[in-house]
DNA sequence: TTTTTAAGTGTAAATTATACACGTATTATT
DNA sequence: AATAATACGTGTATAATTTACACTTAAAAA
């Protein structure tokens, strides 16, 4: 059944390109690839696809990443909806959403199968479209959520250490921190773990491990606290 | 011409709603109408309307709000894409925007019209489909955004009073800010102008009236500072 | 044994946020 | 003419948060 008010009103292709990020060498990255199709064929391009009838916009995000990564255990959030009438070459209304990922957990196969390639934000060459507004765009927004929710935790394995914390919060705002006062904060929060074991790849002395206390965070939220890093 | 790519790809309504947002005594108001078709015919919802294929999405979020307000001169910002599958009775993705408009220029023969009320954002009824969710999320947008940059002078005429500035923020932030201190922060911000005149309405002693040197703001911004209210 | 490297640690000063109460200008009332 | 009523306007002290800053330590390599 129709409802006649609907009818005769323009359609549109609807798209989503999401901008895939993953933590690697004290930099954020974001995974593009070469784009296999004309227009602009061999441009280099976020990871997009159409959204079909079937599924919600958040759900075709999530097919995306996980078509192109192989990761379905991700943090997925909107950016917004991009519809400038010449964006593309037909007329696409693209709706962005950035997703956090722990890059050790990526597929690299998939590389080769797409052509695509982990890129730090820093260095980023010109893409298709729209593409880099939306990168920009996520960047500021990626900043604001970091500030005001733990959402970092997301582009990390299970464990990590301080410093490698660290260099995640500088890489997402782009500016240094300093070390005891980013370690006071984040301590004095009391969401982290601290383990036993140490990473010794990037110093002889050796970095503790510690880990994400999800549990406690909840609790803190909960009793109406909340945070900024 | 069609880029071969492109064919055979579901398409979709979208429609932009508004949550048209004005400020009259001491509270924050949204603009609302009874739907005039079925479905959910009657039943209270948000300014919306079609996106048309020769207009990009904020241009159609500015067309629905000139003709549901005859206001042009509004501060729009989009909250995001709203795509459920089952959000309307027809598959529409939605994209939703705000605007702060001056209350003051409402052409109130438009509310007839369209059976429109203005109602404060503490008493709005159920709405039809998700738009009791994208006022929610659109609340908390205005509040990061108001906590950030001066918005809240799109929602005031050219000139206003220090109470009235006052409870316009304690109606973004729904909660009650101390007189004293409020005032000390937005004049050492040095971006309002006292002006001679006084607003007696609301007392007998009067107000004076302040008015928002945009100027100013705009270089204390290239300076690299920034606010928070 | 010494050198090298990055990890780990504390305190003082400055800034910002918060809490708080009374005098004042003006109109309305008697 | 005096008084009452009302909302406007003002300052200071305390607490909390943010910032700046330099040396010791653990472990491996030379």
New interface residues.
């Given amino acids: 059944m129709?409802?006649?008010?609907?009818l005769n009103?323009?359609?549109?292709?609807?798209a989503v390109d999401c901008i895939i990020m993953g933590f690697r060498d004290n930099d954020l990255h974001i995974l593009i690839a070469r784009r296999p199709?004309?227009?602009l064929k061999g441009g280099w391009s976020l990871m997009g696809g159409?959204?079909?009838?079937?599924?919600?916009?958040?759900e075709s995000a999530k097919r995306v990443v996980g078509e192109y990564t192989g990761i379905n255990d991700i943090y997925l959030e909107?950016v917004?909806?991009y519809?400038?009438?010449d964006r593309d070459?037909?007329?696409?209304?693209s709706?962005v959403y950035y997703a956090l990922v722990d890059i050790e957990k990526f597929d690299t196969s998939l590389a080769e199968k797409y052509d695509a390639r982990w890129i730090r934000i820093t260095q980023l060459p010109e893409l298709v479209f729209d593409h880099n507004k939306m990168v920009r765009d996520t960047i500021k927004l990626l900043q604001?959520r970091a500030s005001v929710k733990p959402i970092g935790f997301n582009l990390l394995g299970d464990q990590f250490t301080l410093p490698t914390l660290q260099s995640l919060y500088e890489s997402i705002y782009q500016e240094p921190i300093d070390k005891r006062n980013f370690r006071k904060k984040l301590l004095t929060m009391d969401i982290l773990e601290k383990l036993e074991e140490k990473d010794k790849n990037t110093s002889k002395k050796g970095a503790f491990y510690y880990k994400y206390n999800k549990e406690k965070y909840d609790q803190l939220i909960q009793q109406g606290l909340h945070f900024s890093l």
């Fill in positions: 129709t409802a006649s008010f609907y009103k323009d359609t549109f292709l609807v199709f004309e227009p159409f959204v079909n009838a079937q599924e919600n916009i958040q909107q917004g909806a519809g400038e009438i070459v037909e007329r696409v209304i709706v604001q």
